[in-house]
């Protein structure tokens, strides 16, 4: 599984996928974004000790982590049919994340949301929310960090690194809240600073998170 691969200090060298642009109207779209190669570049020594990487054998120097990539479609609901590998997605700044089971096959969800435009948020939940499986779960990797926990992050880093936060949805259905730092120096060169588990809502907490109004 994905979360083994981001232990705290490791850099890695990854271009994320851009946006899926398009008519912010609420629906419901396919996620078209591919997964770019993401390899391991070794241990930031200004934030933790190079030898401590040495308890994981099986992360090793250009490492590539496997994984499935979500769109963010800002102003509509991206989703995409789950295969052999977990699923990350991003930026993740309020916006729900959700799985389900439709004809055979599990999916992955990315609603996406955008801060301060409460009239297209509510489009976007309130589509996909009236249409909710029985059987989707889902969670709000960004609520997993406190402020100052993100403004504290990678403290060796200084204001060498912008700090974002993405979500995992695994191939047996657990969810991870991953903070990274974008480093300013180098381009695409990231800095994992922490990882957390996420508990799933249930479904009628799910749909009522959809289906709530927001006014602001």
């Known amino acids: 599984m994905i979360e083994q691969y981001f232990k705290v200090g490791m850099r890695l060298k990854w271009t994320k996928p851009r946006d899926n642009a398009g008519p912010a109207d609420g629906s419901v779209c396919t996620s078209r974004g591919a997964a770019n190669l ?6 930031d020594d200004k934030v933790v000790s190079p030898v401590s990487i040495a308890n994981f054998s099986y992360i090793t120097k ?5 994984h499935g990539w979500l769109d963010y479609a800002p102003g509509r609901t991206a989703v995409v049919k789950m295969g052999r590998n977990d699923i990350l997605t991003g930026y993740m700044s309020g916006c729900l994340l959700a799985t389900y089971e439709a004809e055979g096959a599990r999916f992955a969800a990315h609603v996406g949301t955008i801060d301060g435009n409460a009239a297209k948020n509510n489009a976007v939940r309130h589509t996909f929310g009236a249409d909710l499986a029985a059987n989707a779960t889902g969670f709000n990797p960004a609520s997993a960090w406190a402020d100052t926990e993100v403004r504290a992050a990678l403290p060796g880093l200084g204001t060498r ?33 922490g990882l957390k588990p996420c508990q799933g809502m249930p479904n009628a907490q799910l749909k009522k998170a959809l289906m709530e109004v927001a006014v602001a």
Not at 38 to 43: L, P, S
Not at 184 to 192: G, I, K, P
Request: charged residues 15%.
């Open 161 to 193: 690194t912008r700090e974002r936060i993405f979500g995992i949805i695994t191939t047996e259905g657990a969810f991870y809240s991953l903070l990274l730092g974008s480093l300013v120096t180098a381009q695409d060169e990231w800095v994992v600073a």
């Open 38 to 43: 993401m390899t391991y570049d070794g241990m």
């Open 62 to 66: 250009n490492l590539n982590i496997q």
